[in-house]
């Protein structure tokens, strides 16, 4: 399970790397990221990582499917074109992934996150009951 928890942090420090080069006034602005309560994401080894760089996190409740996370949307649609297909290599699937990510532009993510926001005033005005559909 360390290895894992080391793993995520070396995820991070790369996703913060990323971030310096496009986007350095966000570093200095803080990052809000919003993920589940799975167990790696709410270790103290992570909360560490996130408390020194000042991430800040938004809550989510456990097992909300009404606030999944925005990778629901990516990763959905991700299951949808890849359903079917058989790969030989890793290789393959990871030029697979990146043929189908190359098209996407700023409205498919800008989607998902609008409608993040939408979806927690609905689970605010209604006092953490569930969002119907």
């Known amino acids: 399970m360390l290895s894992l928890r080391i793993r995520w942090m070396c995820t991070f420090d790369?996703?913060?790397?990323?971030?310096?080069?496009?986007?350095?006034?966000?570093?200095?602005?803080?990052?809000?990221?919003?993920?589940?309560?799975?167990?790696?994401?709410?270790?103290?080894?992570?909360q560490q990582w996130l408390q020194r760089y000042g991430?800040?996190?938004?809550?989510?409740?456990?097992?909300?499917?009404?606030?999944?996370?925005y990778d629901f949307h990516l990763l959905g649609s991700l299951k949808r074109h890849l359903g079917g297909m058989a790969?030989?290599?890793?290789?393959?699937?990871?030029?697979?992934?990146?043929?189908?990510?190359?098209?996407?532009?700023?409205?498919?993510?800008?989607a998902d996150i609008y409608s993040l926001l939408s979806?927690?005033?609905k689970c605010i005005d209604l006092h953490g009951d569930y969002v119907e559909r």
């Open 14 to 46: 790369r996703l913060r790397d990323a971030f310096r080069p496009k986007r350095p006034g966000l570093l200095r602005r803080g990052v809000v990221l919003q993920h589940d309560n799975a167990t790696h994401h709410s270790a103290n080894l992570t």
């Open 87 to 110: 790969f030989e290599t890793e290789g393959d699937l990871v030029g697979e992934f990146k043929n189908w990510l190359a098209p996407l532009d700023r409205d498919f993510f800008r």
């Open 55 to 69: 991430w800040e996190i938004l809550p989510h409740p456990a097992l909300s499917p009404d606030l999944a996370p």
């Open 119 to 121: 979806r927690w005033k």
